[in-house]
């Protein structure tokens, strides 16, 4: 029997809670910070990319063990990680690679995030997640930007702003692809029953005619 190759979007609720959670917790750190520095604050977002690419990997892994398709999920843990990594290592270069990095960091995560919402899905309320979301990232990374002319620490907490909306954004996509699985292994259930149903009819048939030959 065929496996079908779920999209992206259909990962484990789990997932997007998870993502959530850290996006929501660091998001908070670095949006109501009252450190007057970057330096302090880019290993802890560098931290939390990393977490990001924790749990896309084991999504990737998930994935794969299911026969799902994992490409997509396993490209985005090494973004997460990638740029983590990044933040890490550039820790003492200035507040010019900090800007650089999260502005690059927004914009390509908003970029991807409208893709998903208008290419993998037709269901409004999902493309209206992602694509909301995404819109955010766009709008925050061009913000980033152009926020070297500020205080120090100001684009740190806008990139802390984006985080929030990512947080929000996924619990609540979550809940909703939660009830999205269970209407579908619903409906998968009522799908076997039918056929199971179709089957015995069709041998219930075979079973009459062959009865009147004889």
Same mark, same amino acid.
């Given at each position: 029997m065929a496996h079908i190759k779920r999209k992206y979007i259909d990962s484990h609720w789990l997932v997007f809670i998870f993502q959530g959670i850290i996006a929501l917790i660091f998001g908070c750190v670095t949006? +109501?910070?009252?450190?007057?520095?970057?330096?302090a604050l880019i290993p802890i977002i560098g931290i939390f990319l990393l977490g990001?690419?924790?749990?896309e990997f084991a999504n990737s892994i998930y994935r794969s063990y299911n026969k799902e398709? $994992?490409?997509?999920?396993?490209?985005?843990a090494m973004f997460d990680g990638l740029f983590g990594l990044l933040l890490l290592f550039v820790v003492n270069e200035g507040m010019t690679w900090h800007l650089v990095l999260l502005a690059a960091y927004t914009l390509l995560r908003g970029i991807f995030e409208v893709v998903i919402g208008f290419r993998t899905t037709v269901d409004p309320?999902?493309? +209206?997640? $992602?694509?909301l979301c995404g819109v955010c990232g766009l709008l925050f990374g061009i913000v980033i930007f152009n926020s070297g002319h500020l205080a120090n620490v100001d684009f740190v907490? +806008? +990139?802390g702003a984006y985080m929030m909306i990512l947080g929000v954004s996924s619990l609540i996509y979550s809940i909703h692809n939660r009830e999205q699985q269970r209407e579908d292994r619903?409906?998968?259930?009522?799908?076997a029953k039918e056929r199971q149903k179709l089957k015995t009819a069709t041998r219930e048939a075979k079973n009459i005619k062959t009865s009147e030959k004889v």
């Open positions: 949006l +109501f910070t009252s450190d007057s520095n970057s330096t990001l690419a924790v749990v398709g $994992w490409a997509v999920s396993t490209g985005v309320t999902d493309r +209206f997640i $992602w694509c907490r +806008f +990139f619903l409906a998968r259930s009522e799908a």
